[in-house]
């Protein structure tokens, strides 16, 4: 088993895109997760479905019935193929709920939404498939520190080269292994790819490891490594890319507690990251005002939990400046800040972002353009906390910790014999 292990999977930003990626992206996840033990990295790396070349609009279907008839006809897992079908089902063709139709209605309804409102649907997309993604991983291992980086999926404001798919830049420390295919393996090499990290001050990777075979991308999905630098074509899947996201704003906002970040974190700072192309206000509560929280006395440190959320931050948006604060309340400079268009918040802080608006109207500032990520739920908590919290998993730590001192107690009291 491996203590830190990336895995790259192929993503489209455009929905009913390549819809069979996924069948292969999930298979591959569930045949890695029992072998990684403590950090797995997923890098999706955005592809051209432009393309002209017929390997790349082979399978371009429009639609899930059109996929469901198409992969039914050749041999698949079965098991990995219903969890494939329900995911899909659920982003393509299952109706939203009541409350996330009540929350677009209010949040598409506002004159003061515009850029949120035209690319609300995309925005949930591409919110949704990172949620169903990390929620794979995290009910097989709740413990497992799982991060999603899109690669190649923002277009650059700067007029610098773009980073090259071959080029292995998360994480920022060493790592075990990168899982591969048998396609890559004729082009990856890691003595290169380690001189190219530590140019980048990055730590160097250990090995490689071939991927379960069932699982591999059939060629005309993945005609040419991502490891291959060689360009054959200014066509190339991996080069020239055309369905880049271009972020909305320059300045954005938001805040937590982010202890023991989990999913829900992460979707969230994702999403704030991609928002904005050049500053972002991120606050961190800062512990003197959690004393009330569950397990309070178990919340890391400030400095810990700030150094992290940036870190985490700076893999999705390098060309952002991150302004990370101490929270000791909800506003911090929102309502005063010329910077900030927009906010991302959860659905029980609309109040608050709410009341800054209101603020903001006030004193004859721009009204902040809001963005509210959805729920990170998990069948493993009880159904009156759907939601996985920070303080769920403080819990758990905290159940570890008093059966481990069960057990000490226990050893010390058997007598010897």
């Known amino acids: 088993m491996y203590k830190s292990a990336l895995l790259r999977l192929l993503f489209n930003i455009e929905p009913k895109k390549d819809l069979s990626i996924h069948y292969y992206n999930i298979g591959k996840l569930y045949s890695i997760l029992p072998k990684v033990k403590d950090s797995l990295y997923i890098e999706f790396i955005n592809y051209n479905t432009n393309s002209t ?43 939203l709920s009541a409350s996330e139709v009540e929350l677009k209605k209010i949040l598409t309804s506002d004159p003061n939404n515009k850029k949120v409102t035209e690319y609300y649907d995309s925005l949930k997309y591409f919110e949704k498939m990172l949620f169903i993604y990390y929620q794979i991983a995290f009910n097989y291992n709740p413990k497992l520190d799982c991060s999603i980086i899109p690669v190649n999926f923002l277009r650059s404001s700067t007029t610098n080269e773009p980073t090259h798919s071959s080029s292995i830049t998360t994480p920022n420390f060493p790592i075990d292994t990168v899982f591969i295919e048998n396609l890559d393996s004729d082009h990856i090499d890691l003595d290169d790819i380690n001189k190219d990290r530590q140019s980048r001050n990055l730590g160097s990777i250990d090995s490689v490891h071939l991927l379960d075979t069932e699982f591999q991308y059939p060629l005309e999905l993945y005609p040419k490594s991502y490891y291959n630098r060689s360009h054959t074509s200014s066509l190339d899947v991996f080069e020239n890319i055309s369905n880049q996201w271009t972020p909305l704003f320059k300045g954005d906002v938001l805040g937590g507690t982010f202890d023991r970040m989990h999913p829900g974190h992460k979707v969230m700072l994702t999403m704030g990251s991609v928002l904005t192309s050049q500053y972002m206000e991120c606050g961190v509560t800062d512990n003197s005002i959690l004393t009330k929280k ?3 006395q178990l919340i890391e440190p400030l400095t810990y939990r700030s150094t992290k959320t940036k870190n985490f931050l700076q893999s999705i948006n390098p060309s952002v400046n991150y302004n990370m604060l ?6 911090a400079n929102t309502m005063t800040s010329e910077r900030l268009e927009c906010i991302i918040i959860s659905p029980e802080t ?11 109207t006030e004193t004859k500032l721009k009204p902040l353009e809001v963005y509210s990520v959805s729920y990170f739920e998990s069948p493993l908590q009880n159904k009156e906390d759907f939601k996985v919290s920070s303080s769920y998993l403080r819990e758990l730590d905290h159940l570890k910790m008093v059966a481990a001192s069960n057990s000490t107690t226990t050893t010390d009291l058997t007598p010897n014999l």
């Open 294 to 296: 569950k397990f309070s």
């Open 350 to 360: 609309l109040p608050t972002a709410n009341h800054i608006n209101k603020v903001r």
């Open 326 to 331: 101490q929270l000791f309340e909800p506003y």
């Open 53 to 95: 070349s017929s390997s790349c609009n082979s399978n371009n279907y429009s639609n899930l019935e059109l996929y469901n008839n198409k992969i039914d006809k050749k041999p698949c897992n079965q098991n990995i193929y219903e969890i494939f079908k329900s995911n899909i089902v659920d982003i393509f063709t299952k109706d």
